[in-house]
């Protein structure tokens, strides 16, 4: 007798149901009928029995566990997510093995959610079990082993463990190019994320060697107007100027903001930051009109904008126009922009001594002496509550102020300005910080008139 042909449009045509298939079909029964207690129950019995023998509908089960944590998220439920997540990585670790797939996929996932939470403690010790297991074996890590390694290396950065993040990311990097090619966008991603490792402990060559291969390679993988491609030009960009490479800081600039443009983005407060940094780079090469072309516009964009960022904006103006000779609109600007700090908050209003600063300098070259030592000693204030004494920030303000002092006959003032200046403070900035603060004081004071 010959067999029935099925109906070619039967669901699941030659495959056996399995019980996930039936508690899923149940799950779904109740939540119709409204049963959101049962379907839950049923739910967390689905994924507490996943064994063994149920490995084939490891799907399945997945679904359920995103379910519930769906659940567990809209109750804010912190304590039963990290228990979902422990008991699904430990599920997969005995059924599947450490190192496979699926399991590194568990763990990765319950490490973002740490990591998103700020947890990176906990996050490091998750990822840690599974690249120890991986040096035990001392065989060819898999690409998902890699994956943890970079998201190890993020989170070492991540609590200024510098010296692990950058040997964890170096094996990433190498593990990832001899598995998926240089081209690859996770070996792309982990240079990047390893180039910031390296500009945070100052190998500032070494950065922007890794920079380069990520911003071009990104460009070339995922499209100009990606926005990873984009991060990883401004990062490359605003390295470059700090090192006073221009002419590829100004490249990168440029392909950074028409990514933008690309990305439909060229009006965004990204755009005019990157086009204010590029307006700071033409000052800096003394191509005063292009710098005060760009610089008024991103102003105007940022004021309309209502930004905390137009202040600082308004202060690069101010150093442009002074380095012009157009003094009378530099001061405007500069007394413009320490009023608009003073109305920001305490994120944007920091940098507002950079502001008096300039001020102070404008001053100090019209020989109006007295008026010049105020806004420095103003100055001088608001970077030591930023940098602390010693900072390059406050030295560099108080270097200025002492010898305006000196200038007036004040040496006194000026002797206690300078031991004020040697008296250690509690201040001790991370590598990272160090660098920002002293790239928005070259950014928004970025200049010094000689006496």
């Known amino acids: 007798m010959a067999p029935h042909r099925a109906d070619h449009h039967a669901d699941s045509a ?22 959101a207690a049962e379907a839950g129950d049923v739910r967390v019995e689905a994924i507490g029995k996943f064994e063994e023998a149920d490995r084939t509908d490891h799907k399945l089960f997945l679904r359920l566990v995103h379910d519930q944590l769906a659940i567990y998220r809209e109750q804010r439920n912190d304590a039963a997510i990290d228990e979902l997540h422990s008991t699904v990585v430990g599920k997969f670790r005995r059924i599947f093995g450490h190192g496979h797939w699926k399991t590194v996929t568990a763990m990765h996932e319950y490490g973002q959610m740490l990591c998103g939470e700020k947890r990176y403690e906990q996050a490091e010790a998750l990822y840690r079990t599974l690249v120890d297991e991986a ?40 593990g990832f190019r001899a598995q998926s090619g240089d081209r690859d966008a996770r070996t792309l991603t982990a240079a990047f994320n390893l180039g910031g490792v390296y500009q945070d402990r100052g190998k500032l060559s070494h950065a ?76 800096d090469v003394g191509r005063l009109e292009a710098a005060e072309t760009l610089t008024r516009e991103v102003c105007q964009g940022l004021k309309d904008a209502r930004s905390g960022y137009a202040p600082g904006a308004l202060t690069c103006l101010g150093t442009v126009y002074a380095l012009q000779g157009r003094i009378a609109e530099a001061e405007t600007s500069f007394v413009d922009a320490a009023q608009e700090f003073a109305a920001c908050n305490e994120e944007y209003s920091a940098m507002s001594f950079a502001a008096c600063f300039g001020l102070g300098n404008l001053l100090r070259g ?15 204030d608001g970077a030591r509550s930023v940098g602390g004494p010693q900072h390059g920030t406050s030295c560099t303000i108080a270097e200025a102020l002492a010898s305006v002092c000196e200038e007036q006959g004040k040496y006194e003032d000026a002797e206690e300005i300078y031991r004020q200046s040697l008296t250690p403070g509690d201040f ?15 950014k928004m004071a970025g200049y010094i008139l000689s006496s």
Request: hydrophobic letters at 45%.
């Open 14 to 35: 030659g495959q056996c149901a399995s019980r996930y298939t039936i508690y899923s079909k149940y799950i779904s029964l109740l939540e119709r009928n409204h049963q």
């Open 135 to 174: 040096d035990r074996n001392r065989g060819l890590e898999s690409v998902a082993v890699l994956c943890i390694f970079n998201a190890l290396g993020t989170v070492y950065a991540k609590r200024q463990k510098l010296k692990e993040a950058e040997a964890i990311l170096v094996r990433a990097v190498a």
């Open 208 to 283: 922007i060697r890794m920079y380069q291969g990520a911003a071009y390679g990104f460009k070339d993988v995922m499209g100009i107007s990606d926005k990873t491609t984009i991060t990883a030009f401004t990062q490359l960009a605003a390295l470059c100027s700090a090192r006073r490479a221009l002419r590829e800081a100004e490249k990168a600039y440029n392909l950074a903001l028409r990514g933008l443009e690309e990305a439909a983005r060229q009006d965004s407060t990204d755009a005019l930051i990157l086009k204010l940094d590029l307006g700071i780079l033409y000052r």
């Open 366 to 380: 019209q020989r109006r002496l007295a008026e010049a030592e105020a806004m420095y000693r103003q100055a001088w």
């Open 428 to 442: 001790c900035l991370d590598r990272w910080t160090n660098f920002v603060l002293s790239v928005n004081f070259h």
